[in-house]
């Protein structure tokens, strides 16, 4: 089977950076992507990693340590607009399938 | 910029019924799936579909459920006889590579489904 942990909710205050935490237990294992999804909205891509390392795009990195199991978001020089949910997911045992964790609701205060 | 549309965008239907759910995916792309989320839980996986054939499907997508590509571009859900359960926000998703590359989905706005 696959799971994935993320935190349920966070809270930080505008210009802050927050980091947002997925470990996963899956029997594939071949990336790991992050979704942002606005209150009502379709869940918009992020970033991919498939190799350990950090990947950098904008304001938003993302890492991965494959041996770990652990992935995360980090967002930087946060705006009001950040405030959504983070889904991580994984594209597990099968290539073309991937599986979402239950999302990290992100508050952003002023 | 190319996008994902769906319909209807909100459907109420009685428990029993059939209800279709439709789809234009973007139109390059290959790969498409269905994911239904329920108020405030996660994105779960239903089906993936490629070269007019299903390619993987989740537990969830029993013999009540069935997706259809019957044109070039429409990819549709059918859920057969309705439950209560099936109340969820319902998101097709498109994706040019599948398997190669990142595998970006492009999801639309999704299809709100409430079983009375």
């Known amino acids: 089977g696959q799971s994935l942990e993320q935190p349920s909710e966070v809270t930080a205050v505008e210009g802050a950076i927050v980091q947002i935490n997925c470990t996963y237990q899956t029997s594939g294992f071949y990336g790991l992507s992050w979704y942002q999804q606005h209150d009502g909205g379709a869940p918009t891509f992020l970033s991919y990693n498939a190799l350990d390392g950090l990947e950098e795009t904008g304001r938003f990195s993302s890492f991965l340590s494959r041996s770990d199991s652990y992935g995360y978001l980090l967002l930087q020089e946060l705006q009001m607009k950040d405030s959504a949910s983070y889904f991580c997911?994984?594209?597990?045992?099968?290539?073309?399938?991937?599986?979402f964790g239950s999302g990290t609701k992100l508050n952003v205060k002023p | 910029e190319p996008e994902v549309t769906q319909t209807p965008s909100h459907q109420v239907t009685q428990m029993g019924q059939e209800v279709i759910l439709r789809c234009v995916p973007i139109?390059?792309?290959?790969?498409f799936y269905w994911y239904r989320q329920i108020l405030g839980q996660k994105v779960e996986f239903l089906v993936s579909f490629y070269n007019n054939e299903i390619s993987e499907k989740s537990e969830i997508f029993d013999d009540q459920f069935s997706v259809e590509r019957p044109d070039g571009s429409n990819f549709t859900l059918k859920i057969r006889s309705t439950k209560l359960e099936d109340s969820a926000m319902y998101f097709c998703?498109?994706?040019?590579?599948?398997?190669?590359?990142?595998?970006?989905?492009?999801f639309g706005e999704g299809s709100r489904l409430t079983v009375l």
């Open positions: 998703a498109s994706s040019e590579l599948g398997g190669r590359g990142t595998g970006e989905l492009f």
């Open positions: 139109s390059n792309h290959l790969y």
């Open positions: 997911a994984v594209r597990g045992d099968n290539f073309n399938k991937f599986y």
